[in-house]
Nanobody, 130 residues
Framework: QLQLVESGGGLVQPGGSLRLSCTAP????????IGWFRQAPGKEREGVSC????????DYTDSVRGRFTISRDNAKNTVYLQMNSLKPEDTAVYYC???????????????????????WGRGTQVTVSS
């Protein structure tokens, strides 16, 4: 069973940066589109950013576009989310998720509608506070 493992969360001051990582020990992510999602206390889970299996397409929710960058290194079997200019409203548990590349219609439907997601990580806490 493919298991996704997130790391890199923590406490950071407003304006600071963090880089999250998502891996799948023992399994290849080569055939999966990967997304980062987040859930703040009392709020629904939302899609933050998604990336295609070959990195040729990416998608971002409006609130993070220009501040966050998703990337992947298939040789390292790792997907990253570089988060810059962090704001208190970015505070949430961040999850990575995987959908097979042939199962999704677009990255937008994966990120916005959680389409075809088969696997979720357990999440990593990101807290932005002074």
């Amino acid at each position: 069973q493919l298991q996704l493992v997130e790391s890199g969360g923590g406490l950071v001051q407003p304006g600071g940066s963090l880089r999250l990582s998502c891996t799948a020990p023992g399994y290849t992510l080569d055939y999966y589109a990967i997304g980062w999602f987040r859930q703040a206390p009392g709020k629904e889970r939302e899609g933050v950013s998604c990336i295609s299996d070959t990195s040729d397409q990416t998608d971002y929710t409006d609130s993070v576009r220009g501040r966050f960058t998703i990337s992947r290194d298939n040789a390292k079997n790792t997907v990253y989310l570089q988060m810059n200019s962090l704001k208190p409203e970015d505070t949430a548990v961040y999850y990575c998720a995987a959908a097979h590349r042939l199962a999704i219609r677009t990255l937008r439907t994966m990120c916005a509608m959680f389409e075809a997601i088969d696997y979720w990580g357990r999440g990593t806490q990101v807290t932005v506070s002074s």
